[in-house]
């Protein structure tokens, strides 16, 4: 340990506040218990600390530890009324006394000639100044009256034909604000028991704040002051003003609105304190100073700090070079691959702070072979090496989990259901046949982990075709993303040809008449009348009329297919014995370039089809 300016300012720190302690522990009641107690935890447990420390029993380090934690909090519960009181006294030092006057010294004279009056009336009084600590929860629960303090209005507020004469009366500075209060009755068990509510209340409400009370005994006219938990009973009539003007901070000869007087008094009391530090208590200062260096010794040797630090994972294949600080490099043989390892992990370095210096520059490289499943901090070759004591953990308390995989090949032939194409957003007037798209190549290979490989099924991302996307559309398509998430990716770029072509509409039905053909004009001729039905058509067309064509080019188009179209059945190939024949048609074979003449525009992908809506087989009536 090194004796620089900051751990003697350390050591002078903590020598102060055990001091203010150990002052502390001496002014409150119960004081022999408070100190015992005190001391058995700060030397008796510190000093089993230091034998469990040496001897390096560390279950029994661990016990104290964990109980500590606990003693602090029943200490707070236990002495919860002590501690408030040492808290509220902080007001009641000299120096800040300037800071917390509020009443004038003729609201107070107007105060003690009323105690004084009612005294030897033997009338009963409760009187709160209240100071700094607002008391206006206890102002609600009485009656607000916002006067002007005077011996009069007090001296009757607690006559005995008064409503409000039980309770208390609370002054804020030169106001009477509210009569008929009910103070908490103070918990201090040492009192007497043959102390009245009154007094109990006026001691109460010292404890909870920083307020000053004053009360009048209704059996024997003594006057009493409280304040900070402290009852000064009996006081002489001659003496209430002094010593209340001395508990409100205003001292005989002090004037509240002279500046002058408040800056010597301010003066004085900070050269009696600066006096008191060198010359008052020098022993137990001096044991205050020798415990507390004890103390930060035995911490500095048994304090650990921590670090928390990620290191970058980066696979390698071969032998390394150096690893960079904050570089963890995991070295693989030819073939195989890391899976589930994160890209970053955590680990915290615990050490003195000397050790912890060098965490910044540290790196690691760890070798692994096939079929290891984790990566133990001793496998880890530190860069550079981690000294005695310094010691690194995992984060999350577990070795790093990993495995080491085979990375394999193998060969695929693509079919057109590996891709799905979204076409919501194509040109109405187009349509696309995913089922005929092509791929190039349309033999592949994927390489990835081995247990990826067996049983793939593979897929492509989704194509989205849109309003520009007409006729052969050329795309290069990716893997789709699980599989990529697997670590596979295809070796060949592969691109998919989309034919999109005009979207087929109806045009309209024509009706032709049926007629009856024989293959052989030398056989005789048939005896079957000709049908009475005809047969109905429906025709479609792909690209035949415009976005803004009118009716008339369907027209057009129908009347192309009556003139040319031709219904008819083959008799002869009807069966002996038979009378039903099959409707078969012709005539549309050429129809482009008979079209074209009709017709002001044919693209080149347009198309024309006809199908038959009535019944295909009809029945024949034979001559008689």
């Known amino acids: ?11 002078l720190i903590l020598s102060i506040g055990i001091y203010l302690l150990l002052a502390f522990l001496r002014s409150t009641r119960g004081s022999g218990l408070v100190r015992g107690l005190g001391l058995m935890l700060i030397v008796g447990v510190y000093g089993l600390w230091g034998i469990a420390d040496a001897l390096e029993w560390f279950e029994l380090k661990l016990v104290i530890q964990g109980f500590l934690g606990f003693v602090f909090v029943i200490l707070a519960i236990v002495f919860q009324p002590e501690l408030r009181r040492g808290i509220v006294s902080l007001g009641e030092n000299p120096l800040l006394s300037r800071l917390l006057r509020r009443q004038h010294k ?7 000639h009323a105690a004084i009056s009612m005294a030897m009336k033997k009338q009963g009084a409760l009187i709160a100044f209240e100071r700094k600590t607002p008391l206006d929860a206890y102002i609600e629960g009485g009656v607000r009256l916002d006067a002007e303090a005077n011996r009069y209005l007090l001296d009757s507020l607690f006559h005995h034909g008064n409503v409000l004469h039980d309770g208390a009366v609370i002054v804020r500075g030169d106001r009477v604000v509210a009569a008929s209060c009910l103070f908490p009755l103070t918990e201090n068990l040492e009192i007497s028991k043959s102390t009245g509510t009154r007094h109990r209340a006026a001691l109460g409400l010292t404890e909870e704040t920083d307020a000053i009370t004053l009360t009048v005994s209704e059996e024997t006219g003594r006057i009493s002051i409280f304040g900070a938990g402290r009852m000064d009973r009996g006081v002489a009539r001659k003496n209430v003003e002094a010593v ?7 001292a005989d000869g002090d004037d509240p609105e002279d500046e002058s007087s408040e800056t010597e008094v301010e003066r004085r009391g900070v050269g009696r304190f600066l006096k008191s530090v060198f010359t008052q208590h020098l022993g137990q200062k001096f044991g205050a100073l020798v415990l507390a260096a004890l103390v930060f010794y035995g911490a500095h040797q048994d304090l650990r700090f921590s670090w928390d630090k990620e290191l970058r994972v980066q696979p390698s294949v071969g032998e390394p070079g150096a690893a960079r600080p904050g570089e963890l490099i995991v070295v693989l043989e030819s073939g195989w691959k890391l899976e589930g390892m994160p890209e970053t992990c955590s680990l915290r370095f615990e050490g003195t702070r000397d050790q912890l210096d060098v965490i910044a520059q540290v790196g690691g490289i760890v070798r692994v072979s096939a079929g290891q499943q984790k990566i133990t901090l001793q496998n880890i070759e530190w860069v550079p090496p981690l000294g005695p004591g310094l010691d690194p953990f995992w984060r999350d308390g577990r070795d790093l989990a990993m495995e080491v995989i085979g990375i394999g ?21 187009y349509e696309a046949f995913a089922d005929q798209l092509r791929f190039h190549p349309d033999l592949v290979h994927v390489r990835g982990p081995q247990r990826a490989l067996e049983g793939l099924e593979l897929r492509f991302e989704d194509v989205v075709l849109g309003l ?20 596979l990716e295809i070796v060949e770029q592969v691109s998919v040809t989309f034919p999109v072509v005009l979207r087929e509409e109806v045009i309209g039905k024509v009706r032709l008449p049926i007629s009856l053909l024989q293959h052989d004009a030398s056989v005789e001729p048939h005896d079957f009348l000709p049908p009475g039905d005809a047969a109905e058509f429906e025709v479609y067309g792909r690209g035949l009329i415009p976005g803004d064509g009118t009716e008339e080019d369907r027209i057009r188009i129908k009347n192309f297919v009556q003139d040319n179209l031709r219904a008819f059945i083959w008799v ?18 050429d129809w482009r370039d008979k079209l074209a003449e009709r017709l002001d525009e044919l693209p080149a992908a347009a198309n024309l089809r006809v199908r038959l809506v009535t019944a295909q087989k009809i029945v024949l009536t034979r001559r008689q």
């Open 1 to 11: 340990m090194t004796f620089d300016s900051a751990t003697l300012l350390q050591v």
């Open 468 to 487: 520009g996307d007409t006729y052969d559309v050329d795309r290069t398509v990716a893997l789709a993303r699980d599989l990529t998430d697997l670590e």
């Open 106 to 112: 003729d609201v107070v004279a107007e105060v003690v």
């Open 572 to 589: 002869d190939d009807i069966p002996p014995n038979s009378t039903t024949g099959t409707v078969t048609y012709h005539g549309l074979d």
């Open 244 to 250: 209340l003007q001395q508990r409100l901070g205003m």
């Open 409 to 429: 090949k193998i060969e695929v032939k693509l079919q057109p259901d590996m891709v799905e194409v979204v076409t919501g957003d194509l040109d109405p007037n």
